[in-house]
């Protein structure tokens, strides 16, 4: 028999969102945070320019907002120091300086798990100090460790998507070192996919023997794990991840719906050549790349970016409406607000057939319908179709000889890629824990001492099938996940469940 820890830990560390659940061995239970957030965070981080305790979660993203509503954007000439020049000539010293935003009051990080593996982002610039990637992360780990009330002894598992975006190697490390620093130093990965596969069958008491995909589509990674259910135990057959999530779908949006209400697409001028009206067109191509990563769009505030724009306002018509919205968007430092309303309206066909971008400070409502929605996703439905074939190749299991789908991860909601996957494989498509069911498989691995497949050489596309893990379950009581404002078999809150 083995030797179970008094409590089984899982902490999701997310793209987007991060969750934490507890397995005493019969019940599951999520971590309550704060009230606005209860058990899901979202993976935020704010720092203000005047040094004081960071900000964590969904108190982040509220108090940058607060900091920034009907602030201007100005920014001023900074001095970098001086650079030296040695020639045939004799030395010559140039003067460096940079434009900064020197009123800005904090810095807002979002989606910090998606820099883990580009071994190019070592440190940040943060006002007048430069942090170490690890140290932006280290608080988001200790705000959701301090919800559990971990003691230095005790260990935990957190999740890991099957492939980091980036170097994996790099990754875990990073990862595992804000760990450390955050008072969580006996941490053990374990796959996020194999992980809400787990969650997945300890929910099922009269589940049925067969094949299964696991599919966890988040804000920044698709995982995918193909396992096979036999009696008492499952076995791993294949895992495999892609750097494809809601994020990018946000962007996309972004771009193709929100961009034409900035101006792009606006005739500027036309001329006659040979006969021939030609149109010249306004783009967006030198703004979009600060735009759509928002924490970069308060350096479009320089007079190069926003002298065209105030030309084109002054034109008057129709184009200017648009030209005088993107002037806004820059200057009020809004392309985040922005991001947040096409999640929004994102979030909202999954449960509705058409609604809007909405966003009234520079008067936005652009309308968008599913069917509209689902055409812009062409090209992410075709990578998720390749995934999943991918994924059954590796194991060996044909299309027909899958059992169900099973689905977690905000974005594995949206109805197209419901959808794709009933199309692709004509089965069941099975929605587990959207948001909580990942956690919740790490803290019942952890108490049951699973082994990550990863470390056995389970199956991945591109690699060589190796050998397949089996685990065993059949010691385990019947156990349930019990919801928000029910019952609770021990106390969880701001403390350490007992």
Not at 69 to 80: C, I, Y
Not at 196 to 219: E, I, M, Q
């Amino acid at each position: 028999m083995p030797v179970h820890p008094p409590c089984g830990i899982g902490l999701d560390f997310g793209t987007s969102n991060s969750s934490v659940a507890l397995f005493d061995g019969r019940h599951v239970v999520g971590v309550d945070f704060t009230r606005a957030e209860g058990t899901v965070v979202p993976t935020a981080l704010y720092l203000r320019r005047v040094r004081g305790v960071p900000a964590v979660g969904q108190q982040a993203i509220d108090s940058y907002l607060i900091d920034n509503e009907n602030r201007v954007v100005e920014l001023s000439r900074e001095s970098l120091g001086e650079l030296d020049l040695f020639t045939g000539e004799g030395t010559f010293t140039f003067q460096i300086h940079a434009l900064a935003d020197k009123d800005m009051p904090g810095r807002l990080f979002r989606s910090l798990k998606r820099w883990l593996g580009n071994p190019g982002v070592d440190t940040l610039q943060v006002f007048e100090t430069r942090y170490r990637l690890v140290a932006l992360i280290t608080p988001i780990l200790q705000y959701l460790g301090a919800g559990v009330g971990l003691r230095e002894e005790e260990s935990l598992y957190l999740g890991r998507p099957v492939r980091f975006d980036g170097e994996d190697l790099v990754a875990r490390q990073r990862l595992a070192e804000a760990a450390r620093h955050a008072g969580l130093p006996r941490v053990s990965f374990y796959p996020e996919p194999v992980a809400a596969a787990v969650s997945f069958l300890h929910s099922r008491k009269d589940r049925p023997g067969g094949v299964y995909l696991c599919f966890d589509f988040g804000g920044g990674t698709l995982d995918l794990c193909v396992l096979k259910t036999t009696g008492d135990s499952f076995e791993i057959l294949a895992t495999h991840g892609v750097p494809l999530g809601g994020d990018l779908i946000d962007q996309l949006i972004y771009r193709r719906k929100v961009f034409p209400e900035l101006g792009e697409g606006c005739p500027l001028s036309d001329r006659k050549i040979d006969g021939s009206r030609l149109i010249y067109r306004f783009t967006l191509m030198d703004y979009e790349y600060e735009l759509l990563n928002w924490q970069l769009a308060y350096k479009l505030n320089r007079p190069n970016m926003l002298a065209p724009l105030v030309r084109y306002i002054q034109r008057g018509g129709e184009p200017a409406r648009k030209f005088r919205r993107l002037h806004a968007v820059i200057r009020h430092n809004l392309s985040y607000a922005v991001l947040r309303a096409v999640e929004r309206a994102k979030i909202e066909l999954t449960s509705q057939p058409q609604t809007a971008i909405r966003l009234p400070e520079i008067e936005l409502a652009v309308p968008i319908s599913r069917s509209e929605f689902e055409a812009l996703l062409t090209d992410v439905l075709d990578d998720i179709e390749q995934c999943v074939h991918a994924v059954l190749q590796c194991a060996g299991v044909p299309a027909d000889a899958v059992t169900a789908v099973v689905c977690t991860g905000g974005s594995s909601r949206i109805p197209a890629v419901r959808a794709c996957l009933a199309r692709t494989l004509d089965k069941p498509v099975i929605e587990h824990e959207a948001f909580t069911g990942v956690a919740a498989g790490l803290a019942i691995a952890h108490y049951c001492g699973y082994a990550s497949p990863l470390d056995s050489g389970v199956a991945a596309p591109a690699t060589r099938p190796g050998a397949r893990k089996t685990t065993h379950v059949s010691n385990l009581p019947d156990w349930e996940i019990l919801q928000r404002g029910g019952s609770r078999p021990f106390s969880v809150g701001p403390g350490r469940g007992k």
